[in-house]
């Protein structure tokens, strides 16, 4: 069972659209995290939001943990955003766990 | 922002060697993880370690693997011996506390068995 659910599974954007990212949890969490993967393989981390709304730039994240779900807004899209969106998330628990991805959205920003 | 540093970058090695990835993590975090992403595969948790324990491991974390960071040196995985299994590109993260605390990546390691 994946317990990290993300859609969409890919997104093609004109450049300046806007695009909603959603992540959805099959278990109950205290933390998530958005990370950006490079074509080439590098991961960026984007946002560390465990509840609310958090925004950094463009990004904006909005995590809702008694409905096990987070969302990434990306305003102004711009080809450099192309790439893939990764949501992750640790299990509550009593000791700093891994984390658990979800397998990714995949966006593509044209002109 | 903090960086954690991995290296080496890429390493080729034959089948049956043994190999050592090394992690610098941020120098005041206490929380150290080993992830591994297959080509083109989704990203999945090791184990992860504090205070020179083992304190989670996934089942991907085989009995060839092992983890440690001798005196507050890199924070190591070695793979002895190598599969091709073992071929993936390797992350290794860190963080300051438990519970509620992001966590930092390296820029990962690709090894490649033959």
């Known amino acids: 069972e994946q317990q990290v659910q993300q859609s969409p599974a890919s997104l093609v954007l004109q450049e300046g659209e806007n695009a909603e990212l959603q992540c959805s949890f099959s278990?109950?969490?205290?933390?998530v995290q958005w990370f950006y993967q490079r074509p080439g393989g590098r991961l960026v981390s984007l946002l560390y939001n465990p509840s609310g709304t958090k925004q950094s730039g463009r990004l904006t994240s909005t995590t809702v943990i008694k409905e096990r779900r987070s969302s990434l807004h990306i305003s102004s899209s711009q080809i450099t955003d192309s790439g893939t969106y990764l949501c992750a998330m640790e299990r509550s628990g009593n000791y700093a766990q891994g984390l658990t991805f979800g397998l990714g959205t995949r966006v593509s920003v044209f002109p | 922002g903090p960086k954690v540093l991995q290296i080496p970058s890429h390493q080729i090695i034959d089948m049956g060697q043994m190999v050592t990835l090394n992690c610098d993590p941020v120098s005041n975090h206490l929380y150290f993880y080993w992830y591994k992403q297959i080509l083109g595969q989704q990203m999945e948790f090791l184990v992860n370690?504090?205070?020179?324990?083992?304190?989670?491991k996934s089942k991907l974390f085989k009995d060839q693997f092992s983890v440690e960071r001798p005196d507050g040196s890199y924070f190591t995985l070695k793979i002895q011996p190598t599969a091709l299994e073992d071929s993936a590109v390797y992350f290794c993260?860190?963080?300051?506390?438990?519970?509620?605390?992001?966590?930092?990546f390296g820029p990962g390691t690709r090894l490649t068995v033959l």
């Open positions: 370690f504090y205070n020179g324990k083992v304190m989670e």
């Open positions: 278990i109950f969490t205290n933390q």
């Open positions: 993260a860190s963080s300051l506390i438990w519970g509620e605390d992001e966590q930092y």
